[in-house]
Each structure stands twice: as C-alpha cells, then as structure tokens.
C-alpha cells in the first residue's frame, strides 16, 4: 500500500471525526462567543483534514504491477 493513499486514509478519518464533533458543538451551542469560535475552527479542521485526505487519495496512483525486466 502506498505511504500517500494511507495517509490520505489517516487524514480522511481525522476530518470525519473532527466533523462529527463540529456537528456535536454545533447542536448544543448557546452562542456564547467562546463557543462560536471552537465551533468555526472544528469545522474549517475538519474541513480541510477530509478534503485534503479524499484528495490524496483520489490522485495517488497504485501502481501494484510488477517491474519490467
């Protein structure tokens, strides 16, 4: 398996899990302004880590063929 496409994975399921909790804050928010801000910086993170891991992913080619001779 390639170093990017694991990578990518690791990045992917840091982004999901950081979204999911955006998602959390972002139901029990009161507004307060403290909270606004641990909600926008959760999901920008969030955001970023799974774009950037589905984009590593998507253009890492595997290349599992053997070597020509």
Do not use: C, H, S
């Amino acid at each position: 398996m390639n170093v990017k496409r694991t990578f990518g994975i690791i990045l992917t399921v840091l982004g999901i899990a950081a979204l999911i909790y955006f998602a959390t804050l972002f139901i029990k928010a009161t507004g307060t302004e403290r909270q606004i801000k641990t909600i926008i910086v959760y999901g920008l993170l969030g955001a970023v880590f799974f774009f950037t891991g589905i984009g590593l992913i998507r253009n890492t080619r595997d290349d599992a063929r053997p070597p020509i001779e």
